[in-house]
């Protein structure tokens, strides 16, 4: 299967229901992860984002630590290279994540761990440690060989615990409304669409 036939499948889906969904950036979402966050925030000058912001850096500067990431390759990371985001419904500025079995790493319970109580959330974060814990002794392994930025070699999985986390909590705290994140493990986007349709359908008529 090659990267991005699962969101595109679920796309797909979506649009044969009238949900639009396509692909953007953010300039809040980039390499420079939550040092990148902070650096916009502080240029938006918006008071309204000093206290969601400020909660969401607490929590991913914790989380970054607590997958060994240096800290100072944040810093010397580039402005410019945007995260891209596949799945944006663009009249709300709501954004799906639809998760492979990949994101389900023994990081990435790790990282949702030190998630807040009161972190504004648009998935089951129960559901999401279950399957953490049911999947990261087929995943943790995965791209073991590879380098990460930040994250050194083999630091592929906790590289994308961190971008996971960046997205959760950085996207409502910049004003969005919280991610919906569908876990797709079996690889059918389609599938993955069908079993969340009903919470969905409200976004056809924004």
């Known amino acids: 299967m090659a990267p991005g036939?699962?969101?595109?499948?679920?796309?797909q889906a979506a649009a044969e229901d009238?949900?639009?969904?396509?692909?953007?950036?953010f300039d809040w979402l980039c390499e420079q992860?939550?040092?990148?966050?902070e650096r916009v925030a502080k240029a938006r000058r918006d008071p309204?984002?000093?206290?969601?912001?400020?909660?969401?850096?607490?929590?991913l500067g914790a989380i970054y630590?607590?997958?060994n990431g240096d800290v100072s390759v944040l810093h010397a990371s580039r402005e410019n290279l945007l995260l891209p985001v596949d799945l944006v419904h663009e009249p709300t500025g709501t954004v799906i994540?639809?998760?492979?079995?990949?994101?389900f790493t023994s990081f990435r319970l790790a990282a949702l761990?030190?998630?807040?109580?009161?972190?504004?959330l648009g998935f089951d974060l129960d559901e999401?440690?279950?399957?953490?814990?049911?999947?990261?002794?087929?995943?943790?392994?995965?791209a073991r060989g590879l380098p990460a930025k930040g994250f050194g070699f083999g630091g592929v999985q906790r590289e994308r615990a961190y971008h996971d986390a960046l997205r959760d909590l950085a996207t409502p705290a910049m004003g969005h409304p919280p991610v919906v994140r569908i876990a797709a493990v079996d690889g059918d986007g389609a599938a993955a669409y069908g079993r969340h349709r009903a919470s969905l359908l409200p976004l056809r008529g924004s």
């Open 65 to 67: 630590a607590r997958l």
């Open 113 to 120: 761990e030190l998630y807040a109580a009161a972190a504004n």
């Open 5 to 11: 036939d699962v969101q595109s499948a679920f796309a």
């Open 128 to 142: 999401h440690k279950e399957l953490c814990r049911a999947w990261c002794s087929r995943t943790d392994g995965l």
């Open 97 to 103: 994540e639809v998760d492979e079995s990949a994101h």
């Open 48 to 59: 309204a984002l000093v206290g969601p912001v400020t909660a969401a850096l607490e929590q």
């Open 18 to 25: 009238g949900i639009v969904l396509g692909s953007q950036s």
């Open 33 to 37: 992860g939550h040092v990148g966050l």
